[in-house]
C-alpha cells in the first residue's frame, strides 16, 4: 500500500450503502476503496433470505446479494481492502484513516459502518439466527405466516414489530421486562384493538430451548423468579441497536443514540464526509434505503469535489 496516494473517496463499511457508494463513484471517474472489516453485506450478509428486495422475484441469500454488490462496483474499477479502521482524522481538506493495514489518505470519505442489534446473549443465539431467532420483522416477518412468535422489548421498535407480526402470525406474545411499555401511547391503543397479540409482563427471556431450529423460549418472572417454557417457533429480539461509531472519536455531530446526523442528502457535520445506511439518523433502516444513501452520497461528493477545484484555481482579474 502507498501511503502517499490520495483517493477521490474512502468507504468505510462494504454494506449495500457501502458497495453502492463505491459502484457509483467508480462509474463517475473516481479512484475509489472499500475498507471493510469482515466480509462484504454486513448484516445483510447474515440474512438467509431477502424477499424484499427488487429484482429477485424468487428472493436471494444476503451472501450471495452481497457478493454481486461488491463485484459490480469491481468491475467499474473500485477496489476492496479487509482492514479494521482504528483512527480517522476527518476534519482536513485530506481524510486521514488508520486502518489494521496501513493509512489511507482521500479526498471524500464515506462512512457506511451500519448498526448492530442488540443480542440478549443467551447460549446458541448466534447460531439459531435464520433458524427461530431474528432482529428484523420487517425482513423475516414472511417466514412466520400463521406461526407463534415471541418478540422482546418494549420500545417503539419492539412494539412496531409486534403490530407488523400479528398480520402475519397466528400469535405474538409480546416479552417484557417492565410492567408497562416504554413505546409510546398511539401504539398501546393499536396493541389493544390486536386479538391475536398477549403480553406477559415482568419477564425476561432467560434461555432458548431448540432442536435444530427453535421450538421454545424459558422465561423468568422479575418479581417472583418463576419460570416457565412458553413454546414458540420464532423470537424477534428488539432492544435496540448500536451504530458502529465509537472510532469517529467525536470529529462528527452524533444524535443522542449515537447515530451520525445526517439528513436526507447524506452530508455530516464535516465537509467531503458522507453518512449512508444504518449508521445514520433516518427513519427506515432497510437495505433499499442504504442503497438510496449510496447514490445520493457520491452525488453530494461529486458537487463537493466540483467546488473545491472551483476554488483552488486562481483568481484571473478580467
Given at each position: 500500500?502507498?501511503?502517499?496516494h490520495v483517493?477521490?473517496?474512502?468507504?468505510?463499511?462494504?454494506?449495500?450503502?457501502?458497495?453502492?457508494?463505491?459502484?457509483?463513484?467508480?462509474?463517475?471517474?473516481?479512484?475509489?476503496?472499500?475498507?471493510?472489516?469482515?466480509?462484504?453485506?454486513?448484516?445483510?450478509?447474515l440474512?438467509?433470505?431477502?424477499?424484499?428486495?427488487?429484482?429477485?422475484?424468487?428472493?436471494?441469500?444476503?451472501?450471495?446479494?452481497?457478493e454481486?454488490?461488491?463485484?459490480?462496483?469491481?468491475?467499474?474499477?473500485?477496489?476492496?481492502?479487509?482492514?479494521?479502521?482504528?483512527?480517522?482524522?476527518l476534519?482536513?481538506?485530506?481524510?486521514?484513516?488508520?486502518?489494521?493495514?496501513?493509512i489511507?489518505?482521500?479526498?471524500?470519505?464515506?462512512?457506511?459502518?451500519?448498526a448492530?442489534p442488540?443480542?440478549?446473549?443467551?447460549?446458541?443465539e448466534k447460531?439459531?439466527?435464520?433458524?427461530?431467532v431474528?432482529?428484523?420483522?420487517?425482513?423475516?416477518?414472511?417466514?412466520?405466516?400463521?406461526?407463534?412468535?415471541?418478540?422482546?422489548g418494549g420500545?417503539?421498535s419492539?412494539?412496531?414489530?409486534?403490530?407488523?407480526?400479528?398480520?402475519?402470525?397466528?400469535?405474538?406474545?409480546?416479552?417484557?421486562?417492565?410492567?408497562?411499555?416504554?413505546?409510546?401511547?398511539?401504539y398501546?391503543?393499536?396493541l389493544?384493538?390486536?386479538?391475536?397479540?398477549?403480553?406477559?409482563?415482568n419477564?425476561?427471556?432467560?434461555?432458548?430451548?431448540?432442536?435444530?431450529?427453535?421450538?421454545?423460549?424459558?422465561l423468568?418472572?422479575?418479581?417472583?423468579?418463576?419460570?416457565?417454557?412458553?413454546?414458540?417457533?420464532?423470537?424477534?429480539?428488539s432492544?435496540?441497536?448500536?451504530?458502529?461509531?465509537?472510532f469517529?472519536?467525536?470529529?462528527i455531530?452524533?444524535?443522542?443514540?449515537?447515530?451520525i446526523?445526517?439528513?436526507e442528502?447524506?452530508?455530516?457535520?464535516?465537509?467531503?464526509?458522507?453518512?449512508?445506511?444504518?449508521?445514520?439518523?433516518k427513519l427506515?433502516?432497510?437495505?433499499v434505503t442504504?442503497?438510496a444513501?449510496?447514490?445520493?452520497?457520491?452525488?453530494?461528493?461529486e458537487?463537493?469535489?466540483?467546488?473545491?477545484?472551483a476554488?483552488?484555481?486562481?483568481?484571473?482579474?478580467?
Amino acid at each position: 500500500m502507498n501511503e502517499n496516494h490520495v483517493y477521490d473517496m474512502i468507504i468505510v463499511g462494504g454494506g449495500p450503502g457501502g458497495y453502492t457508494s463505491a459502484l457509483y463513484a467508480a462509474r463517475a471517474g473516481f479512484d475509489t476503496i472499500v475498507l471493510e472489516k469482515l466480509s462484504a453485506g454486513g448484516q445483510m450478509s447474515l440474512t438467509w433470505q431477502i424477499d424484499n428486495y427488487p429484482g429477485f422475484e424468487n428472493g436471494i441469500d444476503g451472501f450471495s446479494l452481497a457478493e454481486k454488490m461488491q463485484k459490480q462496483a469491481e468491475k467499474f474499477g473500485a477496489k476492496s481492502e479487509y482492514a479494521e479502521v482504528f483512527n480517522m482524522n476527518l476534519t482536513g481538506k485530506l481524510k486521514r484513516v488508520e486502518t489494521s493495514s496501513g493509512i489511507y489518505i482521500g479526498k471524500t470519505v464515506v462512512i457506511a459502518t451500519g448498526a448492530n442489534p442488540r443480542e440478549l446473549g443467551l447460549a446458541k443465539e448466534k447460531e439459531l439466527i435464520g433458524h427461530g431467532v431474528a432482529y428484523c420483522a420487517s425482513c423475516d416477518g414472511m417466514f412466520y405466516k400463521d406461526k407463534i412468535v415471541v418478540v422482546v422489548g418494549g420500545g417503539n421498535s419492539a412494539v412496531s414489530d409486534a403490530v407488523l407480526l400479528s398480520r402475519i402470525a397466528k400469535k405474538v406474545i409480546i416479552v417484557h421486562r417492565r410492567d408497562t411499555l416504554r413505546a409510546t401511547k398511539i401504539y398501546h391503543d393499536q396493541l389493544l384493538k390486536t386479538e391475536n397479540i398477549e403480553f406477559r409482563w415482568n419477564n425476561t427471556v432467560n434461555e432458548l430451548i431448540y432442536g435444530e431450529r427453535l421450538t421454545g423460549v424459558r422465561l423468568k418472572d422479575t418479581v417472583t423468579g418463576e419460570e416457565n417454557i412458553i413454546e414458540c417457533d420464532g423470537l424477534f429480539v428488539s432492544i435496540g441497536r448500536k451504530p458502529t461509531t465509537d472510532f469517529l472519536d467525536n470529529q462528527i455531530e452524533l444524535d443522542n443514540k449515537g447515530y451520525i446526523v445526517a439528513g436526507e442528502n447524506t452530508e455530516t457535520s464535516i465537509p467531503g464526509v458522507y453518512a449512508v445506511g444504518d449508521v445514520r439518523t433516518k427513519l427506515l433502516r432497510q437495505i433499499v434505503t442504504a442503497v438510496a444513501d449510496g447514490a445520493m452520497a457520491v452525488h453530494m461528493a461529486e458537487k463537493y469535489m466540483d467546488l473545491t477545484v472551483a476554488m483552488s484555481k486562481p483568481y484571473l482579474p478580467c
